[in-house]
């Protein structure tokens, strides 16, 4: 292909080559292609698990409820001398929470109180 079109001047004896494509540079172009594939995948699997999970909360019942099963308790004689009952707050006071502490103190004055 030699003439005023030709990529190389005509004038050095050489007929025009055509770009090669390297094997090397293909293939990393592949890996690098594939990487941004799968962080893309992977990245819209945990986005898609996490609606899921916002949506239906399966995952924390699941995992939860397994967790509560292995739970276990045991009563203790006596009171409890670390229990904290609220001090005021709007439902506390309307409800009683708050005043707990005098009711069970006037229980012990009248004689009942916990024996197991």
Request: hydrophobic letters at 45%.
């Amino acid at each position: 292909m030699d003439g005023p079109l030709s990529w190389r001047p005509a004038f050095l004896g050489c007929a025009p080559k055509a770009p090669r494509i390297r094997k090397r540079s293909a293939f990393w172009l592949f890996c690098v292609l594939f990487r941004l594939m799968a962080a893309g995948a992977l990245i819209g699997a945990v986005g898609w698990a996490a609606v899921l999970e916002a949506r239906s909360a399966f995952l924390q019942s699941a995992v939860l409820s397994r967790w509560a099963g292995t739970m276990r308790f045991a009563p203790a004689p006596g009171p409890n001398a670390d229990a904290q009952f609220p001090e005021q707050g709007p439902y506390d006071q309307r409800l009683g929470y708050a005043q707990l502490p005098s009711y069970i103190d006037a229980l012990n004055e009248r004689g009942y109180g916990i024996e197991h």
